[in-house]
């Protein structure tokens, strides 16, 4: 596929397990719809042996750029640690909304002010350095926490579909009901962070859940707590199906 501005613009210790959270309960703090935060995910299948052609051209040219544009709240570059498909990098860019990532693509458009290559350049080229690329999109529906620790860390990203006109439901039994158990202990001393998004823009998924954990242990017992926990009974009646990646993040490229 060929790149474009317009496309990338930029781009637990296991829980007691008789515990259970309340099956009704408060909605923890949302965001308002006009306000929430918008992260772009685009996710690369590189051709052989180009992967680090393709790293060398963002290190060196693209990173300068996204730095300079303040509209991109953060950027981080991960790769595949455990994952059921294959993928070489994932770019995963926040903007504040929708507006600001209009003004992040502006402001890209622009030819660098030392007369270097443009952004929508610098994409076709690594993009004739890779098999393809997927560009999704999602808004943050619970309250966006800092961001997660530097190293020593893995990304989980869980996938989830859900029955058709379950949405709603969904939302609440996650934000009402999941959101508090997972930030309560001993839950939150394996998962650092956990945050719930809606797909604005993606193939056949509904929602994303991201994790942050200090290793593959910490993940197992996440999942083993929560399959013992009643009150997730109400949560997986919606969900139709799930995948999961485990990613790691190349650090020394975060911006902000």
Do not use: C
Not at 150 to 155: I, Y
């Amino acid at each position: 596929m060929t790149l474009s501005a317009g496309r990338l613009g930029v781009l637990t210790a296991v829980a007691a397990l008789g515990a259970t959270a309340p099956a009704t309960t408060a909605l923890t703090a949302q965001p308002s719809a006009d306000s929430r935060e918008i992260r772009q995910l685009v996710t690369f299948r590189f051709l052989p042996g180009q992967t680090q052609a393709a790293m060398d051209i963002y290190r060196g040219q693209v990173l300068p750029l996204y730095r300079e544009i303040e509209a991109m709240r953060t950027v981080r570059f991960l790769a595949e640690a455990e994952s059921p498909e294959p993928l070489d990098l994932m770019v995963v860019t926040h903007y504040a909304d929708m507006a600001a990532m209009d003004r992040a693509n502006r402001a890209l458009s622009e030819r660098p002010p030392d007369g270097g290559p443009s952004v929508g350049l610098l994409y076709r080229q690594i993009g004739d350095l890779s098999l393809g690329h997927t560009d999704q999109f999602v808004e943050v529906l619970s309250t966006v926490g800092p961001a997660p620790p530097p190293d020593k860390v893995l990304d989980v990203l869980e996938f989830i579909r859900v029955t058709p006109g379950t949405g709603p439901g969904f939302e609440r039994q996650v934000l009402g009901v999941v959101h508090p158990w997972e930030q309560d202990t001993p839950i939150r001393d394996i998962v650092l962070r956990s945050e719930t998004a809606r797909f604005l823009v993606a193939d056949s998924w509904d929602y994303l859940r991201t994790y942050t954990i200090r290793d593959l242990a910490s993940w197992q017992a996440y999942t083993t707590a929560r399959s013992r926990n009643p009150a997730m009974y109400s949560v997986n009646r919606f969900v139709e199906a799930r995948k999961t990646m485990l990613l790691r993040e190349h650090i020394d490229m975060r911006v902000r």
